[in-house]
């Protein structure tokens, strides 16, 4: 899947990004809220993320075409946020399952490229390879 953010401190308005994009994000956490049930250790950022649905892909074209479709027509607001909030990030995260033998495509597209760009994004890949992606490939 992709999880889609941006994230900053000082920043504590993510609920106005959510009216500005018109898009209900999957998970908002404060600045200094509790991050999980054990530790509650204090997160050190403000985040407002959208994720994808997860779904099993041998490559990232079916993810970038989502991630593209819900925000693609979002740039300028995105970018004029950011530039509102000059501690904001905007990242892309790629979250990746897989087994060895079935490794997937790592391409980017010009379009995701372009539109990465354009929201001044840094991208990231987590890959998990792990035997619960082979028994549900069975």
């Known amino acids: 899947g992709f999880d889609f953010f941006l994230v900053g401190d000082p920043w504590d308005k993510p609920e106005e990004l959510t009216k500005l994009l018109k898009i209900e994000p999957t998970y908002i956490k ?11 250790k204090e997160s050190p950022y403000t985040i407002w993320m959208y994720s ?12 970038t075409e989502m991630l593209l479709e ?4 979002k740039v300028q607001i995105i970018k004029e946020y ?3 909030y000059p501690s904001v990030e905007v990242k892309l995260w790629f979250v990746i399952r897989t087994d060895q033998e ?3 495509a790592l391409y980017l ?7 990465l760009s354009k929201v001044n994004a ?3 890949f987590d ?9 549900n490939q069975m």
């Open 52 to 63: 994808s649905p997860y779904i099993i892909e041998h490559n990232l074209d079916k993810l």
């Open 102 to 104: 079935n490794f997937p």
């Open 70 to 73: 819900k925000f693609e027509n």
């Open 30 to 40: 404060y600045f200094g809220e509790a991050i999980g049930e054990i530790n509650r």
């Open 82 to 84: 950011a530039s509102k």
């Open 127 to 135: 890959i998990y390879i792990d035997d619960i992606y082979k028994f």
């Open 109 to 115: 597209n010009q379009k995701l490229i372009s539109f």
């Open 122 to 124: 840094s991208i990231d």
